[in-house]
């Protein structure tokens, strides 16, 4: 049974971080490309940043300089943290686990609230 856990969602005030942690079971791991995906109310999912198991990453250009994915294989888990954040910020965050060479393999966790006061 495949698991993805977030945990660090949370309140926090314009200018703020926070680091928001996923711990996966159930896949082999290093087989996956993990992102974090957003949805703010009222809008689509959107894609913030993506890290393959090399360590290679993609941001959404939103986010880019005050995002950082990282992921450790040895423990199956992947963060992002989460630097001068926006009210724009604010929406519930997704972990997603995609296996790198079949992309039908596919899972979400349940998502986290991320809310950025002004």
């Known amino acids: 049974q495949v698991q993805l856990v977030e945990s660090g969602g949370g309140l926090v005030q314009a200018g703020g971080s926070l680091r928001l942690s996923c711990a996966a079971s159930?896949?082999?791991?290093?087989?996956?490309?993990m992102s974090w995906y957003r949805q703010a109310p009222g809008k689509q999912r959107e894609l913030a940043a993506a890290i393959t198991s090399g360590g290679s990453t993609d941001y959404a250009e939103s986010v880019k300089g005050r995002f950082t994915i990282s992921r450790d294989n040895a423990k199956n888990t992947v963060h992002l943290q989460m630097n001068s954040l926006k009210p724009e910020d604010t929406a519930v965050y997704y972990c997603?686990?995609?296996?790198?060479?079949?992309?039908?393999?596919?899972?979400w966790g349940q998502g986290t609230q991320v809310t950025v006061s002004s």
């Open positions: 997603n686990a995609r296996n790198t060479n079949f992309p039908g393999l596919d899972y």
């Open positions: 159930g896949i082999t791991f290093s087989r996956y490309v």
